[in-house]
């Protein structure tokens, strides 16, 4: 079983950057597929981004295509998010997850097993 540990949430003003990190522990990501989700209160939880940890293949949102780039270091056992033009709608809990990899990478939320405990992303006008 793996645990997920976010980290890098924060407070940014329109326009700017934040870079978010997923690190794994109890074993590593091989095998795994990782994600990145995101919730406002009373909504579904919506995919952003994941990649698959043995090739490195990635998919996005189309919302956040060219503004999200998802990456991995293996040497860290970490997955990252970096969101770039940041806007006050992508306000929201980010959460990363890690379930099956399959083809094509998972989107839905209920296609991953283990979650982490989300990090507050805020983004002010």
């Known amino acids: 079983q793996v645990q997920l540990t976010e980290s890098g949430g924060g407070l940014v003003q329109a326009g700017g950057s934040l870079r978010l990190s997923c690190a794994a522990s109890?074993?590593?990501?091989?095998?795994?597929?990782v994600g990145w989700f995101r919730q406002a209160p009373g909504k579904e939880r919506e995919f952003v981004a994941a990649?698959?940890?043995?090739?490195?293949?990635?998919a996005y949102a189309d919302s956040m295509r060219g503004r999200f780039t998802i990456s991995r270091d293996n040497a860290k056992n970490t997955v990252y998010l970096q969101m770039n033009s940041l806007k006050p709608e992508d306000t929201d809990v980010y959460y990363c997850a890690a379930g099956q990899d399959r083809v094509p990478l998972p989107r839905r939320h209920y296609e991953y097993d283990y979650w982490g405990q989300g990090t507050q992303v805020t983004v002010s006008s």
């Open positions: 109890g074993r590593t990501f091989s095998g795994y597929a």
């Open positions: 990649t698959k940890w043995s090739r490195g293949t990635t």
